[in-house]
């Protein structure tokens, strides 16, 4: 592990120590990180993932802390969160240039705003720019790569640019699963501004119906197997509802689980590995995991 010394020659952001990421995670759990770095700006996010890569240390990036499940006894490397530092959006040239660390809410209002569509159905989505890239996020059959024009990224210790057509994108993944994403650009058709409201508002109030927004949670826990969908498969297995201490499959959307209050993320766990094992043996599905798990070790 690399000292805070060392770390201070480099790096002008903040430094927490044994920070709980339980403060820092969508679904309200997890234990400490050994060391949470909050880059300034920019310039401190490069000079850090640049100094990690060629250093070959060991790293996490959680974003806003969508998606994940952290161990409860914490991660015992560096994690880094980019919201504070990388925030920046702007229009050039009728291309809109995005930080990692942008929420994906924030950029669907600005494209609306500056009359650019396309982006509208992904309004409620949480998560940053930067996940919602490594991740291809989608909803409502649009993916947000579908407008990307190319990704900076630090790929071993080097900052370079890639190319749509270069980044693999598919269903939940891209190439830049081992990179660190710096920004991107987007280029979006011009639009009508009332009616990209409207559609916003619309998905909106379909995801509030939908989805269980009144609880902690970490998102879709699964992939969508081909031709089917993750959630059904759950119910129909008649798991819905099924509680291991606070966590609970939700009542509302199967494919989330959420949290009641104070749940671990042990759980959690549980409740994946049930519905894994009961959806497989009464309907020969195998469920991948789209939730990432940090500080589980190789085993999980």
């Not at 809109?96 to 809410?105: D, N």
């Not at 009542?251 to 766990?269: C, R, T, W, Y």
């Not at 549980?270 to 190789?298: A, M, N, P, R, S």
Request: proline residues 3%.
């Amino acid at each position: 592990m690399i000292s805070i010394a060392d770390i201070k020659q480099f790096f002008k952001g903040e430094i927490l120590v044994n920070e709980p990421l339980n403060k820092h995670t969508s679904i309200k759990i997890g234990g400490p990180a050994d060391l949470l770095l909050l880059p300034s700006d920019k310039g401190d996010a490069i000079n850090l993932s640049v100094y990690l890569q060629q250093n070959g240390i060991d790293y996490s990036v959680i974003g806003n802390g969508s998606n994940i499940l952290v161990s409860d006894a914490g991660i015992r490397e560096i994690v880094i969160n980019f919201e504070q530092g990388l925030k920046q959006i702007k229009l050039v040239d009728g291309l809109v240039e995005v930080e990692s660390g942008v929420m994906l809410a924030r950029f669907v209002d600005f494209c609306i705003q500056n009359g650019k569509q396309g982006v509208e159905k992904l309004a409620g989505i949480p998560g940053t720019i930067g996940g919602a890239i490594v991740m291809n996020a989608s909803a409502y059959k649009y993916e947000i790569s579908d407008y990307i024009v190319d990704v900076e990224v630090v790929r071993n210790g080097k900052l370079i640019r890639v190319k749509k057509q270069d980044a693999n994108f598919a269903y939940r993944t891209s190439a830049f699963l081992n990179d660190i994403i710096i920004s991107a650009v987007f280029e979006l058709p011009d639009g009508n501004i009332d009616e990209m409201q409207k559609t916003r508002i619309e998905y909106l109030q379909k995801r509030n119906l939908t989805q269980p927004l009144n609880y902690p949670n970490s998102g879709s826990v699964f992939k969508n197997p081909p031709g089917n969908y993750a959630a059904k498969l759950i119910e129909d297995a008649d798991l819905k509802g099924l509680r291991i201490g606070n966590a609970q499959i939700s009542e509302k959307h199967a494919n989330f689980i959420v949290n009641l209050g104070n749940a671990k993320a042990e759980d959690v766990l549980g409740l994946i590995q049930t519905c894994k094992e009961i959806v497989e043996q009464k309907f020969d599905v195998y469920l991948e995991l789209e939730l990432k798990l940090l500080g589980f070790g190789k085993s999980e």
